[in-house]
């Protein structure tokens, strides 16, 4: 699902959309990550924050079955998280940079993993 590169050169790998692992993730600081945008030969990259986090946005039928809607990879900057969200279904990205705490839905996030800070971070496709 996604790639972490952290400080000390390592790597995690995460699961899948049922699944991501992020919890699992060793407690260090990451340096890079990024996420495969599906159905395309690209991969969404950010790095540089000071702190990541991610959901996985899931809506449900009338019947109570689920589907994924899109994957929201987000980086903190100070007191700004700039959140790329990638629809499952178009594999279209959207960017919004929202303030610490209101980051997902005017809502505050947890699970947030340290980063590896720079003094321009950067969120690219690749």
């Not at 699902?1 to 390592?10: L, R």
């Not at 809506?59 to 900057?77: A, H, N, P, V, Y």
């Amino acid at each position: 699902m996604y790639k972490v590169v952290y400080e000390d050169k390592t790597e995690f790998l995460g699961g899948d959309l049922q699944n991501s692992k992020w919890n699992e993730m060793p407690s260090k600081p990451i340096s890079i990550i990024g996420y495969p945008i599906p159905n395309s030969k690209q991969i969404l990259v950010m790095e540089g924050y000071e702190a990541y986090n991610h959901h996985i946005e899931r809506g449900k039928f009338l019947d109570g079955s689920e589907t994924l809607i899109r994957i929201i990879l987000m980086g903190k900057s100070k007191n700004i998280v700039h959140c790329c969200s990638i629809d499952l279904k178009t594999s279209k990205i959207d960017i919004k940079t929202e303030t610490f705490g209101r980051e997902l839905r005017g809502g505050a996030t947890t699970g947030w993993k340290e980063g590896k800070k720079l003094p321009n971070p950067q969120y690219y496709i690749i």
